[in-house]
């Protein structure tokens, strides 16, 4: 999603936000700019520029949902527990190796140590 109250770089002068799936409104600061060449087609913004002359074909919010769901990208709020835990919980798994390894590592050390031979 575009916030509508993003801020923009006075210098800016070209903006392609073409085909990304995004929703909301545009930013002001690229509407109501004509310094600025501001693309935008193939979107679900919504639009209400009076002064474009030309209209940027956009789709339907469903659209951008379907096909944002389609290539994986799923909203913070469709995630459930358990899969956002996943990466905890290999990080939890990986931890307990490494500490297991050094102890392993360390006790073998100190056996070759007091039993060289």
């Not at 392609?16 to 002001?28: C, M």
């Not at 379907?66 to 990080?91: C, D, E, W, Y």
Request: hydrophobic share 40%; with cysteine.
């Amino acid at each position: 999603m575009i916030f509508e109250d993003l801020s923009c770089n006075p210098k800016l002068q070209f903006v392609d936000l073409s085909a990304n799936l995004l929703t909301g409104k545009l930013p002001s600061c690229l509407v109501s700019s004509v310094a600025r060449n501001v693309m935008y087609d193939g979107n679900c913004l919504i639009v209400n520029d009076v002064n474009e002359v030309k209209v940027k074909s956009q789709n339907p919010i469903s659209f951008c949902r379907n096909q944002a769901l389609t290539v994986g990208v799923i909203p913070r709020h469709h995630m459930s527990g358990k899969k956002s835990n996943v990466g905890l919980i290999f990080r939890i798994i990986g931890g307990m190796a490494t500490v297991v390894l050094v102890v392993v590592n360390v006790g073998s050390s100190r056996h070759r140590v007091r039993h060289p031979f």
